[in-house]
């Protein structure tokens, strides 16, 4: 009786052995198969609100707001001139920094300001300042929050 027990042991020994390879080698395909699915579901969600932000989105989020904490500066400094003054300066501001510092202003101060530039001018400003508006949206839509400025 011992013989045939030692025997019984050692076949449920190599049976053992041969369901833990075989477990093995699906549980490593199965996790090949997680990965392949992780980096096709990050491929789709690039974009989408709930998207992890990258390290490099981060960088860029925070330039972002830094730029805008300036804009905001600013637009206090232009805000408290009258608008024949503060035109006199952002005429020779670049387009793009004149938008900026008009949308941090409040709304009616930003509005006498382009009343009082030159029309073409005015109306460059006023296209700009609703790009930067819609890059802002956007940026708020990809990470998930809805936020308007």
Do not use: C, W
Not at 95 to 102: E, F, K, Y
């Amino acid at each position: 009786m011992p013989l045939a027990n030692s025997r019984a042991s050692q076949n449920a020994g190599e049976i053992d052995a041969v369901a833990y390879n075989s477990l093995k080698q699906e549980n490593s395909s199965l996790k090949q198969q997680v990965a392949m699915l992780q980096k096709e579901v990050a491929l789709n969600q690039e974009g989408q609100p709930g998207t992890p932000i990258t390290t490099q989105g981060i960088a860029t989020l925070a330039g972002v707001v830094q730029q805008q904490a300036t804009f905001k500066d600013l637009a206090g400094y232009y805000g408290s001139m009258k608008p024949a003054e503060a035109v006199a300066i952002l005429n020779n501001l670049d387009p793009q920094m004149t938008a900026g510092i008009l949308h941090a202003m409040d709304k009616d101060q930003a509005g006498q300001i382009l009343a009082a530039m030159d029309p073409a001018q005015a109306a460059k400003a006023v296209g700009l300042i609703a790009a930067i508006s819609n890059a802002i949206n956007n940026q708020a839509d990809s990470l998930g929050t809805g936020a308007t400025p």
